[in-house]
């Protein structure tokens, strides 16, 4: 079952564009969306949530459309961000006050436990508190609606390791009960590696992939060899490649593929997800059309 569905969206602006993307997001996993500043996810984002509206296609949360259903479905999301939008003069408590009238199914009590579980002082102005722990409050309030949706836009940018982890595993909790969805769209990949179920990579607005993170691991091959290999066919197997003076790395799409081409005469490893992100970049923009 899919929470959201983007079918055929389209957005332009003066030096970028969202370019006909389609897109599936799974009710009950985390979802990784990659891609380095400026691919188009913040952009993907703001229109899954109606704040920016799209020249043309369609988006689907909960099956219904957005903006059309925006109020009601406001309701179902909760969202985290590197930035903090509530007011730095006012204490916990009084931002709360302002907020949880909006929300139908405010749960007091799970607000208090969302404080006390991430040592939010209620008296502590939203200004005092470090960048970890005004990310740790907005997530306390979107728990607090019942929020069946939380998009997170680079909640751990800027973040320590120690916190970041600490934010991961909480992340981890909250989708045991495979009723809650997550976004975590994010360009330091290696917080995806711990907890994401499925893997959405932008690039140059548009989608590359959109799959199970496993299966996208398994997929491309990092391959290593000297230069003398590197002749205009096989180059031409490459998504990206870096050469240096005695040798090259690249990134192929097809794994056995590349196992066929190359056999013992290079190194094939696994890649990382920042290293798929990278060498796509790297490649150029006929790479942003291939799909799982």
């Known amino acids: 079952m899919n ?5 055929n969206v389209s957005k ?3 030096e970028f564009s969202i ?9 009950g996993f985390i979802t990784g969306l990659i891609g380095a500043n400026g691919a188009g996810k913040s952009t993907l984002i703001n229109m899954i949530l109606g704040i920016v509206r799209p020249k043309s296609g369609s988006i689907q949360l909960f099956g219904m459309d957005m903006p059309k259903h925006e109020v009601e479905l406001k309701q179902r999301i909760g969202i985290v961000s590197d930035d903090c939008y509530y007011y730095e003069h006012l204490t916990i408590e009084d931002t709360k006050r302002i907020i949880a009238p909006f929300y139908r ?3 007091e009590t799970k607000f208090r436990n969302c404080l006390d579980q991430f040592e939010l ?7 005092d508190l470090s960048k970890g722990m005004k990310v740790k409050f907005s997530l306390a309030i979107a728990l607090s609606h019942e929020a069946e949706l ?16 600490e934010l991961l595993d909480i992340l981890a909790d909250i989708i045991q009960d495979e009723q ?3 976004i975590f769209s994010t360009h330091i990949t290696t917080d ?7 893997i959405t990579f932008v690039n140059r607005g548009q989608i590359v992939f959109s799959d199970v993170k496993d299966d996208v691991l398994g997929r491309y091959s990092i391959v290593k060899g000297g230069k003398e290999l590197l002749d205009p066919d096989i180059r031409r197997q490459f998504v990206g490649v870096r050469e240096t003076a005695v040798g090259f790395e690249g990134l192929v799409a097809d794994r056995k593929k590349a196992a066929e081409l190359f056999g013992d005469y290079a190194l094939l490893e696994k890649p990382s997800l920042e290293d798929i992100m990278y060498f796509t970049a790297k490649g150029g923009p006929e790479h942003v059309k291939f799909t799982s």
Do not use: N, Q
Request: aromatic residues 8%.
């Open 3 to 7: 929470v959201i569905e983007v079918r």
């Open 192 to 198: 995806l590696d711990r907890i994401a179920d499925y």
């Open 12 to 14: 332009s602006y003066l």
């Open 121 to 127: 002082s209620p008296k502590k102005k939203v200004g």
């Open 180 to 182: 809650k969805s997550i």
């Open 19 to 27: 370019k006909d993307v389609s897109l599936d997001i799974k009710k």
């Open 150 to 165: 939380l998009i997170m836009d680079e909640p751990t940018s800027g973040l320590d390791p120690v916190f970041r982890r």
């Open 105 to 107: 199914k405010w749960d």
